[in-house]
């Protein structure tokens, strides 16, 4: 294809390209730089190029004349008026001033951030669609982090593993596996339920979500695998902590999803897999713990950064978190809370064996954890603005459940 500009109107020469080969494209370039109203002139050699270049014409909108052999193209406004009354998305940097839009419009609907939407294009209902609901300013970071920090279950754990611990503390892992799995069960789903319902234009959180969905599922298969390692089967699962956790499912705001599920309960797991990875009786356990707290770590970093932007947008939200703490902590006042058997499989990993010694030192090692789950739940409110007389308080109605 060959192009001239001068004086005379701007020609190109399509050659032997039909326009079921592509033809289309160079006319489409060569009047794209022309101004509605400007002439191209067109020759080609290729059979049967002029009705073709015809029927193209009309259905762009242009104007075509013909000078013996030589086609003259005018460029037409109906593909300019195509995008007339067409919304921007936002800007394409998500660093640069006003890129994310304070409330996403509808009409924009699955078309990337920084896209020009054809008017006339579906409406979309996101429920989350404004910005104060569901953003932070640091989930890119967090997702980058995230996509660094993936593990592969099958070659970061030693599955190999021989146990050599009693069959009593065996049966303690097993009990608190379970209770665990059906915790991460909650993680899960409780993101998994809003993910759906934001809008594209904050594809940051979704992105960050998205990928602490993958951490959640990789952590039930771990517990599960190590559950059933010697062909064991999960254990007790009781009324109480299903409560506990369907408070969690049954919350429809986002925000105070975020923070009953990660910045309290999540935030108390970190510590719990903490001390699993320090008295766990055997490698495979310590290792999957540790793996697995660094992600909760994550997750609850993902939530507070949303909770301390939303309280900056809306300071009134605080009084919201203190009505949810103490609404849940009164509606499971009834429920048996953490189940015996979970404590006191607790001791029993922190104790090592059945000695009295032993369990003495277990006991001290869980009322530590207990006191560090407090402590770090304080210390979270503290950050989100509660004075501490308050944040003591609060850190004290939390679920005997941990989440």
């Given at each position: ?22 033809a ?12 509605v ?22 259905a ?10 030589t086609?003259?193209v ?5 593909q ?12 394409a940097?998500?660093?640069?001033h ?9 009409g ?5 951030r ?12 996101f ?12 989930a890119?970071?967090l ?7 993936q593990?592969n ?16 503390i ?13 915790n991460e ?7 998994a ?5 934001i ?18 599922a ?9 559950i ?5 089967e ?12 369907k ?14 599920l ?26 999957m ?6 992600d909760?770590a994550?997750?609850?970093a ?8 939303r ?15 103490e ?12 189940n ?5 499989a ?9 000695s ?6 277990g ?41």
């Amino acid at each position: 294809m060959t192009q001239t500009v001068g004086c005379s109107p701007a020609a190109i020469d399509i050659e032997q390209l039909g326009f079921d080969a592509g033809a289309h494209l160079l006319v489409k370039h060569a009047l794209a730089g022309l101004a509605v109203g400007g002439q191209l002139r067109v020759i080609g050699q290729g059979q049967g190029w002029q009705a073709q270049l015809a029927h193209w014409c009309r259905a762009q909108g242009h104007a075509l004349a013909w000078e013996g052999e030589t086609a003259l193209v005018t460029r037409g406004s109906a593909q300019a008026g195509r995008w007339r009354g067409a919304a921007a998305t936002g800007h394409a940097d998500p660093k640069a001033h006003g890129a994310v839009h304070d409330q996403a419009e509808p009409g924009w609907g699955l078309a990337a951030r920084g896209a020009q939407v054809e008017a006339g294009s579906p409406s979309f209902a996101f429920r989350l669609d404004r910005k104060e609901e569901v953003w932070c300013d640091n989930a890119a970071d967090l997702y980058a982090q995230a996509v660094a920090a993936q593990w592969n279950p099958d070659t970061a754990l030693d599955w190999a593993v021989v146990f050599t611990h009693p069959p009593e503390i065996e049966e303690a892992v097993r009990q608190v596996m379970t209770y665990m799995v059906e915790n991460e069960n909650a993680a899960l789903l409780v993101p998994a339920r809003f993910l759906g319902q934001i809008h594209p234009h904050y594809r940051e959180m979704q992105a960050a979500l998205a990928i602490q969905l993958a951490d959640e599922a990789r952590h039930i298969d771990v517990f599960t695998r190590r559950i059933r390692k010697g062909e064991n089967e999960p254990a007790l699962s009781t009324a109480g902590g299903q409560a506990s956790l369907k408070t969690l499912l049954d919350e429809p705001d986002f925000s105070m999803a975020s923070f009953l599920l990660a910045v309290q309960g999540e935030g108390s797991f970190v510590h719990l897999l903490q001390f699993l990875a320090e008295y766990g009786p055997d490698v495979l356990t310590r290792q999957m713990c540790r793996l697995a707290a660094r992600d909760e770590a994550r997750h609850v970093a993902l939530g507070m950064s949303h909770l301390l932007y939303r309280l900056q947008q809306e300071p009134a939200l605080r009084d919201r978190l203190v009505r949810a703490m103490e609404q849940r902590h009164e509606g499971l006042s009834g429920t048996a809370g953490l189940n015996e058997e979970v404590f006191d499989a607790l001791i029993l990993i922190g104790a090592g064996g059945l000695s009295p010694q032993q369990i003495t030192q277990g006991f001290v090692r869980v009322q530590a954890l207990v006191q560090d789950m407090a402590g770090g739940r304080m210390a979270r409110l503290v950050r989100l603005g509660f004075d501490r007389t308050e944040a003591e308080r609060l850190a004290q109605l939390h679920t005997r459940n941990f989440m």
